[in-house]
């Protein structure tokens, strides 16, 4: 059964980071892409970045200079650190199992609501 | 980027009725086009890809149709359970991008 499960602070203040972790189960990360997607309280979604299976990394250009991905394969995990929050980055972030060729996101985590204030 | 339109922005529907609902694309994404369904407080899920395939489990009265930038997601006889809001999504390039969505309710 594929899992997708978000983790990381409810809270974070202005000006910190952002560190979250996807774990998943019943899949691999060398088998499939997982991209992280965020969701303003009752806005549309925001495709944030992918960690392919190979490894490499690809940002939405809004988001590149403060966002960075990465993975521990032999623990399923996958890391979303983000620097330099505001406000306006309170949001619901989930973590999506990618398939390729197209790019479609075909299990998602239940997502980890995160909220910037003092 | 690839910019995903998508109307309406909201919709009622009776009961059995059929619902349609279109999303363009800036460019032609040559059918790597997706739709998800996101009820309130749940997470998106997977309707259709490649414009016309249905996701395993999903029910058969949902059907996706289109090519070139212009597709469609249709309901075929609306229920109770479908009440949500839709998205399309582009998976022909990255950055993927999504339409705005469609917040469908039941009339």
């Known amino acids: 059964q594929v899992q997708l499960k978000e983790s990381g602070p409810g809270l974070v203040q202005p000006s910190q980071t952002l560190s979250l972790t996807c774990t998943v189960s019943?899949?691999?990360?060398?088998?499939?892409?997982v991209s992280w997607v965020r969701q303003p309280p009752g806005k549309g979604l925001e495709w944030m970045g992918v960690?392919?299976?190979?490894?490499?990394?690809a940002y939405n250009s809004l988001l590149k200079s403060r966002l960075s991905i990465s993975r521990d394969t032999s623990k399923s995990q996958v890391f979303l650190k983000m620097n330099s929050l505001q406000t306006e980055d309170t949001a619901t972030y989930y973590c999506?199992?990618?398939?390729?060729?197209?790019?479609?996101?075909?299990?998602w985590g239940q997502g980890a609501s995160v909220t910037v204030s003092s | 980027d690839i910019q995903m339109t998508q109307s309406p922005a909201s919709l009622s529907a009776s009961l059995g009725e059929t619902v349609t609902i279109q999303c363009r694309a800036s460019?032609?994404?040559?059918?790597?086009l997706a739709w998800y369904q996101q009820k309130p407080g749940k997470s998106p899920q997977l309707l259709i890809y490649?414009?016309?395939s249905l996701q395993d489990g999903v029910p058969s009265r949902f059907s996706g149709s289109g090519s070139g930038t212009q597709y469609s997601l249709k309901i075929s006889s609306m229920q109770t359970e479908d009440e949500g809001v839709y998205f399309c999504q582009q998976g022909l390039k990255y950055p993927l991008t999504f339409g705005s969505g469609t917040k469908l309710e039941i009339k």
């Open positions: 490649g414009a016309s």
């Open positions: 999506a199992r990618v398939r390729s060729s197209p790019g479609v996101m075909d299990a």
């Open positions: 019943g899949f691999s990360l060398t088998s499939y892409h």
């Open positions: 960690i392919w299976t190979g490894g490499s990394t």
């Open positions: 460019e032609d994404i040559y059918s790597g």
